[in-house]
């Protein structure tokens, strides 16, 4: 897991992203109550990707990064602490049909002041290892209120080998 401090200039980045897309496509593809803070949460998460990686982002709006003919999907979940190893990576059963190669999960801390890029895997292994949770179980006092497929962190590829991927 990488842990990185959010700047000021990486949240007011988040921001414009935030109001572009909700200009072109007004609320399409979030599920929280507060769209804008979700999206923003996912708009820092791929700041701090794009910061560690140097990674462009993509200038297709299907998908968030596009690096050596490999296309990658950012998924970013809020969080008011440290991620655990045994903390559920989440990707949304519609997000299914999207045309990546790879997923990189994060958590962003509710507050914005860090984000932990968490790990990475592709596309197929993912829908290989996750378990389909469908909409309406409970799991403690948490209801899904949309199907998602789940996996743990720890079963995902280490973050600090990504650089590699990268490159190849």
Not at 50 to 65: A, K, L, P, T, W
Request: charged fraction near 30%; glycine fraction near 4%; include cysteine.
């Amino acid at each position: 897991m990488i842990e990185v401090e959010v700047s000021k200039n990486m949240i007011e980045e988040a921001k414009q992203r935030n109001e572009s897309f909700k200009d072109k496509y007004g609320n399409i593809g979030t599920h929280r109550l507060d769209k804008s803070k979700q999206r923003i949460t996912g708009y820092l998460a791929e700041a701090a990707i794009r910061n560690v990686y140097g990674i462009e982002y993509s200038d297709d709006d299907s998908v968030d990064f596009k690096h050596n003919n490999k296309t990658i999907d950012s998924k970013a979940q809020g969080c008011n602490s440290t991620p655990k190893p045994y903390y559920a990576a989440t990707l949304y059963e519609e997000q299914k049909k999207r045309d990546v190669d790879f997923y990189i999960f994060s958590r962003v801390k509710n507050d914005w002041k860090k984000v932990w890029i968490c790990g990475f895997i592709s596309k197929e292994d993912f829908f290989k290892k996750s378990k389909l949770i469908p909409a309406g179980t409970k799991n403690n006092n948490f209801t899904y209120d949309q199907s998602r497929f789940e996996i743990s962190y720890n079963n995902l590829n280490n973050i600090k080998d990504l650089g590699k991927l990268l490159n190849e």
